[in-house]
């Protein structure tokens, strides 16, 4: 069973500019969350989808960050300006269902270095 | 705001003793709790999850539970410098799913 895909793995941007990252979960997990990891720090998390439904995105700073999932399956991440605190890994994970006691698994993640 | 506290740690132990890595977590409605690994520069990977009162035991990792306390722990038994990583505590409420900083476990050989 293939796992959580991500890309890009890196990306170095200057503050202002804009940056998109892509997800595809796990084949059938309604599920997608959107983490935002800051070195030393555990996982925050930005915004949960059930389908292409957002469930909760109370953490997303919503001036700068966006984010869909069409269709219900793959998702994009978008940062327009970027700032210099937007230095972070951002991490997709899926499951198969949001409540529970499902468990949610990762994607590798995308680092972003913004300069 | 739902809390998720561990130490950060670092958390030294000699290779072959046992880590004891604890969590509380302020929510007592939450549902199921799950600990974490994540190795310098990669993503978190599941080791246990655990859902009612007491222990569970996998190879060399238990999970313990008490949800009167609002309190989970893992213990690794014979400790590995592959040990040697973060591990995060993540708890489930309902919709939920909310990460703690993490325990930094080093592994001395």
């Known amino acids: 069973e293939a796992g959580v895909a991500q890309s890009p793995r890196y990306k170095i941007i200057e503050k202002r500019q804009s940056v998109a990252f892509w997800c595809n979960p796990i084949?059938?997990?309604?599920?997608l969350y959107w983490y935002q990891q800051i070195l030393g720090q555990g996982p925050k998390l930005l915004i949960q989808f059930q389908n292409n439904g957002v469930v909760d995105d109370s953490q997303l700073p919503k001036d700068r960050f966006s984010a869909e999932r069409l269709k219900g399956v793959d998702s994009t991440l978008k940062i327009q300006p970027a700032k210099l605190e937007d230095s972070a890994v951002y991490l997709c994970a899926s499951s198969l269902e949001g409540g529970g006691y499902t468990e949610a698994f990762f994607g590798q993640g995308t680092r972003l270095t913004v300069v | 705001q739902k809390e998720v506290e561990q130490n950060s740690g670092p958390l030294s132990v000699p290779e072959g003793a046992i880590a004891s890595l604890n969590c509380t977590y302020s929510d007592r409605g939450s549902q199921s709790f799950f600990w974490y690994r994540q190795y310098s520069g990669k993503s978190p990977e599941l080791i246990m999850s655990i859902y009612s009162n007491g222990d569970k035991e996998d190879g060399r990792f238990t999970a313990q539970l008490n949800k009167a306390s609002q309190y989970v722990s893992l213990l690794i038994r014979d400790s590995q410098p592959s040990d040697s990583a973060t591990y995060l505590c993540a708890v489930r409420h309902g919709q939920n799913f909310v990460f703690g900083p993490g325990t930094r476990l080093s592994v001395l050989p």
């Open positions: 084949s059938g997990h309604a599920t």
